[in-house]
């Protein structure tokens, strides 16, 4: 059929140099500095405070607590933590104003109290006295390093590795909350070009 019949000729393309999809992931560089927020209307402890009575009472009413104190209980009971070490949980005062309902409330129902430890290097002032104000320590960094060991919870959520292998080189805690292998496993794999 000519093409002045109406028909459409379609020519095949050539496959001899597909164009190859590259995937540029980014590798998660740790910041060479971390400084506390100074600027700007910064909330007073008091204020913090109250936010937490606020979110703590929300926290033990819900579904989401009772299904943590079950999952401890069933999978936990015989671990003996006497300490919390938190790292990297941020500032309870960010800058654009909100606070994410960040929190480390971890129980034991044993008579042993479990001490928590923080630490962020851009914690404020209000963050630190609030913290203490719970009775809690303040350790700068790499002080909280050195504390994890077998009898402690490491919360660590979305932090860049060396900050993990930093937390990780000298012993493995009890419980881990933190991104999980298999993450790591998958940005590694997209690094490589796998």
Not at 17 to 28: D, G, Q, R, Y
Not at 112 to 137: M, N, V
Not at 148 to 173: E, F, G, Q
Request: glycine residues 6%; contains cysteine; charged residues 25%.
């Amino acid at each position: 059929m000519s093409a002045d019949e109406g028909w459409t000729r379609v020519k095949r393309k050539t496959r001899q140099n597909p164009s190859k999809k590259t995937h540029t992931a980014k590798a998660h560089h740790l910041p060479g500095t971390f400084t506390p927020r100074t600027h700007g209307l910064l909330r007073p402890p008091e204020s913090l405070r109250a936010d937490h009575d606020k979110i703590r009472a929300q926290w033990l009413d819900s579904p989401a607590h009772e299904a943590l104190i079950r999952l401890i209980d069933s999978h936990a009971q015989d671990l003996q933590i006497d300490k919390a070490v938190c790292l990297g949980i941020g500032t309870f005062d960010p800058e654009d104003g909100g606070w994410e309902a960040k929190r480390a409330a971890t129980e034991k129902y044993s008579k042993r109290s479990i001490e928590c430890i923080f630490q962020e290097p851009i914690f404020t002032d209000s963050d630190k006295s609030f913290l203490t104000s719970l009775g809690h320590r303040i350790v700068s960094s790499p002080a909280a390093y050195s504390l994890i060991d077998d009898t402690t919870l490491l919360l660590a959520v979305h932090l860049y590795r060396p900050i993990y292998a930093a937390a990780l080189k000298l012993n493995l805690p009890a419980i881990f909350i933190g991104t999980g292998w298999d993450v790591w496993d998958t940005l590694l794999a997209s690094l490589r070009g796998v």
